[in-house]
């Protein structure tokens, strides 16, 4: 389904396909040749712009998610996933995600890098062109440093100063009522939702 938001429609160039389960939603430009599988969704948020390059293909029940403090650029010959996720980031060229992988918020994937099964590329990361973030791995940081899982103190002390709370939603760690904040901000965002048009209808 494609649906306008925010007055802004998806741009699909003619060879680019969207199986019909999937959304394509608000300001969104996809490629030639590019593949948008069945129950993925890509959303453009209030502004969020989203570009997603030639021949690149986003597997089943993929997401990928764009606000406007956060826009997504896909490059070109990409891979995302199945059940993979990619909000606001940076994806070079031939970049590969694998399933089920995370990719947050400014984050900056090099030309050729991979994030394999279940991998975390956290906010405000910059993996070097060709680096590989192993099987369940976390990469952290800029320039990125890559952790097994079971190392979270050393991964908390690189990723708790780049502040998720405040780059991506607004508000410092230490708000009180902090979850309140977010979540009533994020309401009232996506309310505009409830008046979506759907191209073609």
Known sequence: MLITHANRSPQLDPSAWI????????????????????GARVVGESGGVI???????????????????????VGDHCLIGPNAHVAGAVLEDQ????????IFHGAHLGKESQVRVHAIVHLRTRLEPGAIVPIGWIAAGDPAQ?????????????????????WVYGFERCTPDLMVHITHSLSQLLAAHSKYTALGS
């Open 146 to 166: 890559i952790l097994p899982p079971d190392r979270h103190k050393e991964i908390w002390e690189i990723v708790k100063p780049l502040n998720f709370p405040q």
């Open 95 to 102: 970049v590969f995600v694998a399933t089920g992988a995370a």
């Open 51 to 73: 570009k997603i390059g030639r021949d690149c293909i986003v597997m089943e029940n993929a997401v990928v998610r764009a606000t406007h403090r956060h826009g997504c650029i």
């Open 19 to 38: 199986a019909p389960d999937a959304t394509v939603c608000g300001d969104v430009t996809i490629g030639s040749g590019a593949r948008v599988m069945h």
